[in-house]
T-cell receptor
């Protein structure tokens, strides 16, 4: 069964450093999402991406965040200058155009020290 | 804006007992509702979804949920809990912008 994959599974970085989280959505999916889950808190929407542009973003998704689909398979989330409060599990999700069901990847745990 | 409330951050049941996890939502558009399960150190797996068809929805692993518009609820049930059901369960509603808004999650513990 097709799956969303994410790399790395765990990333440790120092405050102020740039990180790139990578996702490979399911191949026939055209909507892509990033969510995050701070430890002990609810899963929060960050951004959605369709047709090579951001379609929605939350208040969390400020100027330090960016997303990109650099090729036909990868979908990336970049955090330009990480802060301690960016420590969280980051989930990528994807779906088809007609089906609202989102398929989630296993997540990347980001630890900012 | 849509919101989801899950009553009870922790629920403990005995193996073989009924599982009931509560979810109430608010939505300004006809809701699409989802239940996801998260096992330790894993991602979110879809259990079931409501998309305006039948109000009683059956999902994987013996779970089902009933959409009740009058109560704005979408509670998750399973007649008989199994040890392998221990996990965190999230209720979510599709926002008008097609992103998901999640509830705070309910951790289900199953006692032998």
């Amino acid at each position: 069964e097709p799956e969303v994959t994410q790399t790395p599974s765990h990333q440790v970085t120092q405050m102020g450093q740039e990180v790139i989280l990578r996702c490979v959505p399911i191949s026939n999916h055209l909507y892509f999402y990033w969510y995050r889950q701070i430890l002990g808190q609810k899963v929060e929407f960050l951004v959605s991406f369709y047709n090579n542009e951001i379609s929605e973003k939350s208040e969390i998704f400020d100027d330090q965040f960016s997303v990109e689909r650099p090729d036909g398979s990868n979908f990336t989330l970049k955090i330009r200058s990480t802060k301690l409060e960016d420590s969280a599990m980051y989930f990528c999700a994807s779906r088809t155009v007609t089906n609202y069901e989102q398929y989630f990847g296993p997540g990347t745990r980001l630890t900012v020290t | 804006a849509q919101s989801v409330t899950q009553l009870g951050s922790h629920v403990s049941v005995s193996e073989g007992a009924l599982v009931l996890l509560r979810c109430n939502y608010s939505s300004s558009v006809p809701p699409y509702l989802f239940w996801y399960v998260q096992y330790p150190n894993q991602g979110l797996q879809l259990l079931l979804k409501y998309t305006s068809a039948a109000t009683l929805v059956k999902g994987i692993n013996g779970f089902e949920a009933e959409f009740k518009k009058s109560e704005t609820s979408f509670h998750l049930t399973k007649p008989s809990a199994h040890m392998s059901d221990a996990a965190e369960y999230f209720c979510a509603v599709r926002d008008a912008g097609n992103m998901l808004t999640f509830g705070g999650g309910t951790r289900l513990m199953v006692k032998p």
